[in-house]
């Protein structure tokens, strides 16, 4: 069964670059039907889709965040990265990542919280100086 695990720095300067991992076993990321996906819950909010990358290797990004937002994968190493360009203070959350089936994606793109697939138990990014 796939299991997946956040990894990165727990804080940001501002204007830096948030940069975190997802290290995938049990499963493949090329795996077909399968797109892989960070979301993030800032305190007080609700779950927000950022983007994913399909097992094909293509990418989709939230257009809220697309303007500094860059998801890249290592098939290697069976992992895939978030970068967030330019953070500010409004970036602290708990990072997520997912694997959701393609089925999914509409859901997660408008209703995270409601979508089913295997999710990492998140990590902590705050964004202080």
């Known amino acids: 069964q796939a299991q997946l695990q956040e990894s990165g720095p727990g804080l940001v300067k501002p204007s830096q670059t948030l940069s975190l991992t997802c290290a995938v076993s049990?499963?493949?990321?090329?795996?077909?039907?399968?797109?892989w996906s960070w979301i993030c819950q800032p305190p007080g909010e609700d779950l927000e889709w950022l983007g994913y990358i399909a097992y094909s290797g293509s990418v989709y990004y939230s257009p809220v965040f697309s303007s500094r937002v860059s998801i890249s994968r290592d098939t290697s190493k069976n992992q895939f990265t978030l970068r967030l360009f330019a953070v500010t203070p409004e970036d602290t959350a708990v990072y997520y990542c997912?694997?959701?089936?393609?089925?999914?994606?509409?859901?997660?793109?408008?209703?995270?919280?409601?979508?089913?697939?295997?999710w990492g138990q998140g990590t902590q990014v705050t964004v202080s100086s």
């Open positions: 997912a694997r959701v089936h393609v089925d999914q994606t509409p859901s997660l793109r408008s209703h995270p919280s409601k979508t089913t697939g295997r």
């Open positions: 049990g499963d493949s990321i090329t795996s077909p039907g399968y797109y």
